[in-house]
């Protein structure tokens, strides 16, 4: 059994923080209703890259997702979508605010056709405050919530999070909110608003920037893959890529400096305690970073791991998907696609150990489900159904 | 009322993943009995930025929470900590896999004496797999998942993120799988372990750049903030610091020529499709950015304004602390601290409509609330309690 087998979830969410949020929801058994425009769907269905016509970036996150499409200025379709409504425990969306007021489809009227339904927006800025029926992308997110100012090179421009961190992060928070919910309606029987954003969740995870900042005074800036307070604690350059040397105290620096034959330098004064080695860590990294490069990545490894000093690899993607302890641990996962075939996708982390989730279907084609809902959710009869999907 | 009213946790974990979970956990209502070393406590009270001698790294993770001090190697600590799982919903713990089974404190023992408790292990690379033992730092997370490989300047070297989202992302994949074990609770009356790791949550949120190298065979890089199918999409110099400018399609190119006094590059063949822009993306950034190097950040968004093309800032995190919508969002608080004062810590991004969160109290000090947790929670009488300080 799945944690949240009984579970329905109407999905209006489109591209990223939404479909995110009901990609865990899925993967932990729940039954997603994705809703999508008829025509072109979800606008991700269009994003590269391709597995023949097939958006492999669509198929990733919308595994195990069922897909009708519905039309919302159709009044036979809304009624539909109402009908659905009544029938579900959640409702996400990821429009602009105020979109589904507009369409009268807003929290108020949802709740008044099923007041235990939980209603989760997810929205670049939220559902409140002077922003908040701008629009948003991910990389806005990152950066006007100082995020992108505090990752990068010092001195260097400032950088994008390799991965769409706003949207991920608000999708998380999402969900713990969803079920934060689900909670409170297991004895209430009430449902209610979850309103989480990008922005305030690129906030919530600043840490130390914002301690630091608080005070010291002092505007935080990127520091590359160098600790704030330790060092040396970092990565280097090799012969072929890099390796990281976190190096976290005085017993370590002496191991690290016979690992790198730079035993000339553990008596030097510039060097001596952790304090100092922040404080010349410029001149420090000029100087090991001359050594590292004489060797490949995987001679430093063997190296440290020899004479007793922790040591790290950057990984890249292609040995990420290879990696014993990322295939041990189920989380690159295959999923067979009727058009696209086999394809691999990231897997889910969250492990239960009596009711673990599992991904087993594939993303839908679109409205691959609009007759079953149709006949399985709402009753209609095989001629009805008929009929209404020759009208479309 | 708070969403998590009535839960308690038993809180093991130090210095990050594990106080980040609890911290949100906290913050919607349930109760956190943290126990901390006596002595040190936390490894994080000695991370700096401090205010006196009060960390404002330590006290920023642990509002609200309860402090308790217990010595594992102590008989009667261990009573207190057995008393204690009998009367819990929940544990939290994230120390390297292994070291509460040394300690006769893993999931098989706790489920004996509380089989209705929810186990949450949080730890560098999860409790199953070959690298199961191993300790893992933030840094290490970053690096081996991939993350960092795809963070930075193209042909620069990898970046770390500015935040640890290795631990907080498995703080937030792990708060999720104690929310789905308490929803699976409520109806089986049992608990279960929740075993979520911080490479494991890194894969999880790679996103495209699984599904590109998995269907092209390139192993994806870094690319600064460019966005890798869209250009114009990234950030430009400008004379006081960066603006983001998001072209998102050919009209927009339009307008941006007019807003950059750029109209010779209108009908340029090297830059008339979004296709062409991406080919030549190298170009057209060194062209643009010569342009807004000209000019002040805030004047470069008023021109877009007025023009009509969407723009953005790369907030600075003295910035961030003050933007209007992050203050109406309520996404920084002050909390008061007996010791350190007034500080202001990052909101709860989490807004529930009926039951929502809140931040009240600060962190404890080391072992404020023994005596509290004896009398209270496990009834003992002022005597008793008085006998147990005096011989610590």
Known sequence: MKPLEGIRVLDLSRVLAGPYCTMILADMGAEIIKIERPGEGDDSRAFSPFIGEESAYFMSINRGKKSITLDFKNPLDMEIFWELVKKSDIIVENFRPGIMEKLGMGYTE?????????????????????????????????????????TGEAGQPPVRVGTSVGDIT????GTIGIMMALHVRSSSGEGQKVDVSMLDSQVAILENAIARY????????????????IAPFQGFPTKDYYVIIPCGNDILWGKLCDALGMEQYKADQRFKTNKDRVENVDELDRIISDITKTKNTHEWVELMDLIGHPVGVINTIDQVVNDPQVLARNMIVEVEHPIAGKMRVAGNPIKLSTTPGDIEKPAPLLGEHTGWVLQELLGWNEEKIRAYLKKE
């Open 214 to 229: 608080e005070v010291t005074g002092k505007v935080p800036g990127p520091l590359g893959t160098r600790h704030p307070a």
């Open 110 to 150: 949802i709740k008044k056709v099923n007041p235990r339904i939980i209603y989760a927006g997810i929205s670049g800025f939220g559902h409140t405050g002077p922003y908040s029926g701008r629009a948003a992308y991910d990389m806005l997110a990152q950066a006007m919530s100082g995020l992108m100012s505090i």
């Open 170 to 173: 608000a999708a998380l928070f």
